[in-house]
């Protein structure tokens, strides 16, 4: 079975290193070019192109994959199957033509909730009690393919999009193990999806990283674990970029938190966004309903670290604001 992968982040690495632990021929690897990367803007290959490497299998990188010198490339390999899991751009259907048994998509989703480029990350945003990964056929669409098989997996409050990344990215490689024996026998089911039902995950903008004060505590804390431990959600202080790393939601323990460095006092009636104690525990923080913890922060130009550990450098007041704009750092 001669197959191309295409796969980019560390989501797709399991599924790569399966097709190559399971004996299968992997004619090429396609991942996106090497981007500039950190505040060196250091060119760093993808994970996917380096897990290729240490497997000894060729890389291809086409800056764009609706390209006619990247589809005769396709073409010349001649895949029986494509595989892709996150690869990051939609094939055209010049591509989708090529191999005769199709083209699969190992999807981070329950299909066919959250199609699109971010969906593990808004599923935990939004506050969902479970997701899973999809395997489906690709179409023309956006992730609107008939489905092959499905695996559900719960998210906890402890988890975050790093976690859920990990646990989805391996549950992925192992249903698309169970399944490549029947696609391939040709005896695969499928089941068309439900557009009726569809929901959409779009990549993330600057703005989904900002935090709302007016929003319950609940939201916020699903906001920062979706957030975690990517680019981070963020609020400004003095007028400076604030990112909360990690947080809890305190309901009523405001409390059992007071103590230690820091201003601590009982605010009532403050406006969302109010500082109501800042100690040992974190930082407490007014929302539009309820009460959020602060455990780990990330000042501007500063490393990430406990609330803690930054409260005893820094003086907190008690009625102090979050969200007033300034400029980004």
Same mark, same amino acid.
């Given at each position: 079975m001669?197959?191309v992968?295409?796969g980019?982040?560390?989501f797709?690495v399991?599924s790569l290193r399966?097709l190559s632990?399971?004996? +299968?021929? @992997?004619a090429a &690897?396609?991942?996106?070019? *090497?981007?500039?990367?950190g ?15 240490s497997? #000894?299998?060729p890389?291809?990188?086409?800056e764009r994959m609706r390209?006619a010198?990247?589809?005769e490339? @396709?073409?010349e390999?001649?895949?029986?199957l494509?595989v892709?899991?996150? +690869?990051?751009q939609i094939?055209?259907?010049? /591509?989708?033509? @090529?191999?005769?048994l199709?083209?699969i998509?190992v999807?981070?989703?329950?299909l066919?909730?959250?199609?699109g480029?971010a969906?593990?990350?808004r599923?935990i @945003?939004? #506050? ?7 395997i489906? +056929?690709?179409a023309e =669409?956006? *992730?609107?393919g008939?489905m092959i098989? /499905?695996?559900e997996?719960?998210?906890g409050d ?11 990215s391996l549950?992925?490689a ?8 029947s696609?391939i *026998? #040709?005896t ?6 439900n557009d009726?039902e569809?929901t +959409? ?9 900002r935090m *709302?004060w007016? !929003?319950?505590?609940?939201e916020?804390f699903?906001? &920062?674990?979706?957030l975690s431990p990517m680019?981070? %959600? ?7 970029v604030?990112?909360?790393?990690s947080c809890e ?13 820091g201003?601590a #006092?009982?605010? =009532?009636g403050?406006?969302?966004g109010?500082?109501i104690?800042?100690? %040992?525990?974190?930082i &407490?923080?007014?929302?539009g309903?309820? !009460?959020?913890?602060?455990?780990e922060i990330?000042? %501007?130009?500063?490393?990430?670290m ?7 450098g820094?003086?907190?007041e008690?009625?102090t604001?979050f ?6 750092s």
């Amino acid at each position: 079975m001669r197959i191309v992968f295409m796969g980019t982040p560390e989501f797709a690495v399991p599924s790569l290193r399966l097709l190559s632990e399971s004996g +299968y021929e @992997i004619a090429a &690897v396609v991942t996106q070019p *090497d981007r500039p990367k950190g505040r060196k803007k250091t060119l760093t290959p993808p994970p996917v192109k380096e897990a290729a490497l240490s497997l #000894g299998l060729p890389v291809l990188q086409p800056e764009r994959m609706r390209s006619a010198e990247a589809v005769e490339a @396709i073409r010349e390999l001649a895949p029986e199957l494509i595989v892709t899991a996150a +690869y990051g751009q939609i094939l055209p259907k010049a /591509v989708l033509d @090529i191999p005769r048994l199709g083209c699969i998509n190992v999807h981070g989703s329950l299909l066919p909730k959250y199609r699109g480029g971010a969906p593990i990350q808004r599923s935990i @945003i939004n #506050g969902e009690a479970k997701t899973g990964v999809t395997i489906m +056929y690709m179409a023309e =669409g956006l *992730d609107t393919g008939d489905m092959i098989s /499905v695996i559900e997996l719960p998210i906890g409050d402890e988890d975050t999009s790093g976690t859920m990344f990990e646990k989805l990215s391996l549950a992925g490689a192992k249903l698309l193990g169970e399944t490549l024996p029947s696609i391939i *026998d #040709g005896t695969a089911k499928s089941v068309a999806q439900n557009d009726a039902e569809a929901t +959409y995950a779009p990549n993330l903008t600057r703005e989904d990283e900002r935090m *709302d004060w007016n !929003k319950s505590a609940r939201e916020l804390f699903n906001q &920062v674990r979706g957030l975690s431990p990517m680019a981070g %959600a963020f609020t400004y202080l003095g007028g400076e970029v604030f990112k909360v790393r990690s947080c809890e939601v305190a309901g009523g323990k405001t409390a059992s938190v007071s103590s230690g460095a820091g201003t601590a #006092g009982q605010a =009532g009636g403050a406006l969302p966004g109010t500082v109501i104690e800042a100690g %040992a525990g974190g930082i &407490v923080v007014q929302t539009g309903e309820g !009460k959020l913890l602060l455990t780990e922060i990330q000042p %501007a130009g500063k490393r990430a670290m406990s609330a803690a550990e930054w409260l005893k450098g820094a003086r907190l007041e008690a009625g102090t604001l979050f969200g007033g704009e300034g400029a980004e750092s």
